[in-house]
């Protein structure tokens, strides 16, 4: 059974850094292109970042040149370096594969940007 746990979450104030990680069980991150969502409540949860299997990696607009992602298939992990935070990235992050699988979500990461 797969398990995806995030973890790196915190309080941070604007223009800081936090770095999440996903540890996944079984060789799921070595056969899947992975994602990094994110929520905020009232809201659908949204694709920040998509890591194929080689490393290539997508960003959305709103993140592009401030996140970088990485994956290291053989530790079955996922990273997420957030720099220069803003207070509309304050949300939930998760990691699922991409597309995301319903059974795979876990609790997330709660990130918040506040000063």
């Known amino acids: 059974q797969v398990q995806l746990v995030e973890s790196g979450g915190g309080l941070v104030q604007p223009g800081g850094s936090l770095r999440l990680s996903c540890a996944a069980s079984?060789?799921?991150?070595?056969?899947?292109?992975m994602g990094w969502y994110r929520q905020t409540p009232g809201k659908q949860r949204e694709l920040v970042a998509s890591?194929?299997?080689?490393?290539?990696?997508h960003y959305v607009d709103s993140v592009k040149g401030r996140f970088t992602g990485s994956r290291d298939n053989a530790q079955n992990t996922l990273s997420l370096q957030m720099d220069s935070l803003k207070p509309e990235d304050t949300a939930v992050y998760y990691c699922?594969?991409?597309?995301?699988?319903?059974?795979?979500w876990g609790q997330g990461t709660q990130v918040t940007v506040s000063s």
């Open positions: 699922n594969t991409y597309p995301p699988y319903a059974d795979y």
């Open positions: 079984g060789s799921i991150l070595s056969i899947y292109t």
């Open positions: 890591i194929t299997t080689g490393g290539n990696i």
